[in-house]
Antibody, heavy 120, light 110 residues
Framework: EVQLLESGGGLVQPGGSLRLSCAAS????????MNWVRQAPGKGLEWVSG????????YYADSVKGRFIISRDNSKNTLSLQMSSLRADDSAVYYC?????????????WGQGTLVTVSS | QSVLTQPPSVSAAPGQEVTISCAGS????????VSWYQQLPGTAPKLLIY???RRPSGIPDRFSGSKSGTSATLGITGLQTGDEADYYC???????????FGGGTKLTVL
């Protein structure tokens, strides 16, 4: 059974940093593109970043480019998102999601999400 | 303002059918497959439709998808109260080099 379990969310002050993790199981992690998608309270879905199976190719939304870094450790089946220079509008539930075909056109499994709150 | 445009809300009675539109452009829907997601209150999104019209295992055939040009449509027949949720379309945008989602459509089953 495919499982994605996010962790690392919490309360952080504006300008601060936070590292999110997503533990994957039930599939061959290194074979899949992985993504982070966020959802601000009461708002819609916003794609944040994606990374290839090898970790060598990454993409970012303009809203986080230069502040967030996506990475993966295929030996530990873990996806990470290092977030810095956090702003109030980064507050959201952050989901990790698997891309089954590596096309960034659909995400077949999602984690339950981890909440990030940026506030003083 | 989302790159993909969806109606904010739709409603219909139990047993009826409803369609949800998703309008984009040649840089996204026009040249890529569209997916649709259902998000029940308080839960993570769930893939409903991929590659414009294909359903993952376990998704009932009451849900259907189509695409024409730069627009896509989700159809739901035989509406049930359990279908009340937010629905999102999504795809890749080659101009942005990123994934784009619609703003979401709240379905109310009256």
């Amino acid at each position: 059974e495919v499982q994605l379990l996010e962790s690392g969310g919490g309360l952080v002050q504006p300008g601060g940093s936070l590292r999110l993790s997503c533990a994957a199981s039930g599939f061959t992690f290194r074979n899949y593109v992985m993504n982070w998608v966020r959802q601000a309270p009461g708002k819609g879905l916003e794609w944040v970043s994606g990374v290839s199976g090898s970790g060598g190719v990454t993409y970012y939304a303009d809203s986080v480019k230069g502040r967030f870094i996506i990475s993966r450790d295929n030996s530990k089946n873990t996806l990470s998102l290092q977030m810095s220079s956090l702003r109030a509008d980064d507050s959201a539930v952050y989901y990790c999601a698997r891309d089954p075909e590596g096309t960034y056109e659909d995400f077949d499994y999602w984690g339950q999400g981890t909440l990030v709150t940026v506030s003083s | 303002q989302s790159v993909l445009t969806q109606p904010p809300s739709v409603s219909a009675a139990p047993g009826q059918e409803v369609t949800i539109s998703c309008a984009g452009s040649s840089s996204n829907i026009g040249n890529n497959y569209v997916s649709w997601y259902q998000q029940l209150p308080g839960t993570a999104p769930k893939l409903l439709i991929y590659e414009n019209r294909r359903r993952p295992s376990g998704i009932p055939d009451r849900f259907s998808g189509s695409k024409s040009g730069t627009s896509a449509t989700l159809g739901i027949t035989g509406l049930q109260t359990g279908d009340e949720a937010d629905y999102y379309c999504g795809t890749w945008d080659r101009s942005l080099s990123g994934v784009v989602f619609g703003g979401g459509t709240k379905l109310t089953v009256l």
